[in-house]
């Protein structure tokens, strides 16, 4: 049986940063390609007694998904949570219409409580109020806020945004917090602004990173 051969001359393998081997439209023509998926860090702040954290650039229509990363978010304030909202291009305010849904896990250190729960109260029902994604801070210094919020296709003028977040706290009540958010923005106009800020206090410390999905 005879052997299928790759024509020398057809790859294109120089080693490059972040690229891996995919096929070209040559025949039998392989090359070094982008790797999917890979996340480009856009820009990151780093929270300082912050009042609000926002994101006005870097939110276009290069990358078709963009991720924040929330780092140890301390809160200066307990009982209290974190939320988005959105600019739609040339807009203010931060106040875009939002339908949001908001299921959470939750469990006590001491093993006694724990529960599986959808929390109506903390949903949008084409709301323009902030979308509640890390709930009931603990203001111990060993307690902090993490996860990550994916919002797509922000520069698409068809849909509406959706967006998905997860996150977890240690929570108030020396608990652990497992926090499933999703829904959409009700808006056609291009997403280009993002702020994050609490429903009290500030944030003390803690980093915000966005990325660009490629």
């Known amino acids: 049986m005879a052997l299928s051969k790759v024509n020398f001359n057809s790859l294109n393998l120089t080693p490059t940063a972040s690229k891996t081997v995919v096929f070209n439209s040559n025949n039998n023509g392989i090359e070094a390609g982008d790797v999917g998926g890979s996340l480009v860090l856009i820009s990151e702040q780093t929270a300082s007694s912050s009042s609000t954290i926002s994101f006005t650039s870097g939110i276009d229509s290069t990358y078709k998904e963009y991720i924040f990363k929330f780092i140890d978010i301390h809160s200066s304030a307990g009982n209290n949570y974190m939320g988005f ?25 001491d093993g006694n409580s724990g529960s599986l729960s959808y929390d109506a109260a903390r949903d949008l029902a084409q709301g323009t109020g902030l979308i509640e994604i890390i709930s009931d ?29 997860r996150t977890t706290i240690y929570h108030y009540s020396a608990a652990a917090r497992d926090m499933f958010v999703a829904g959409y923005i009700n808006t056609t106009s291009a997403i280009d602004e993002i702020q994050f800020k609490l429903s009290s206090g ?9 990325y660009g999905v490629t």
């Open 137 to 165: 801070f603990n203001t111990d210094n060993d307690a902090c806020g993490v996860g990550t919020l994916h919002i797509f296709d922000p520069s698409n003028t068809t849909f509406v945004k959706h967006f998905i977040a």
């Open 85 to 109: 909202q959105a600019n739609a291009s040339g807009g203010s305010g931060f106040n875009e219409t939002v339908t949001s849904t908001y299921f959470r896990a939750y469990h006590q250190e």
């Open 202 to 210: 500030n944030i003390d410390s803690g980093t915000i990173k966005l």
